[in-house]
């Protein structure tokens, strides 16, 4: 049974940084794609990044700069660093996966293992 754990949410002023982890459990992250999906309330799952093999990385343009994407391949724990807050980057915060290669943008129906998410607001 694969599962994905989200962590590293919470509030935080525009500017500051937020570190999210998602841990798998009966899941290993090599040779896979590794997405970061957000979701603010009234709309849709949007990607913000993603990574595949530990070194290839998308981001979307708002976030180019502000976000890094990596892999502790060890602690089979993926990472979304977030710098350079803006109160537009409030909203819940996903992180998916699946077997195949990945394509940029990120497609959500790509992706069928997801996590619970975190919410990271921004004021």
């Known amino acids: 049974h694969v599962q994905l754990v989200e962590s590293g949410g919470g509030s935080v002023q525009a500017g500051g940084s937020l570190r999210l982890s998602c841990v798998a459990s009966g899941y290993v992250y090599k040779n896979k794609c590794m997405a970061w999906f957000r979701q603010a309330p009234g709309k849709e799952r949007e990607g913000v990044a993603a990574?595949?093999?530990?070194?290839?990385?998308y981001y979307a343009d708002s976030e180019k700069g502000r976000f890094t994407s990596s892999q502790d391949y060890a602690k089979n724990t993926l990472y979304l660093q977030m710098n350079s807050l803006k109160p537009e980057d409030t909203a819940m915060y996903y992180c998916?996966?699946?077997?195949?290669?990945?394509?940029?943008?990120?497609?959500?129906?790509?992706?069928?293992?997801w996590g619970q998410g975190t919410q990271v607001t921004v004021s």
């Open positions: 998916t996966a699946h077997g195949g290669g990945c394509r940029f943008p990120p497609l959500k129906a790509d992706f069928g293992v």
């Open positions: 990574i595949y093999s530990g070194d290839i990385t």
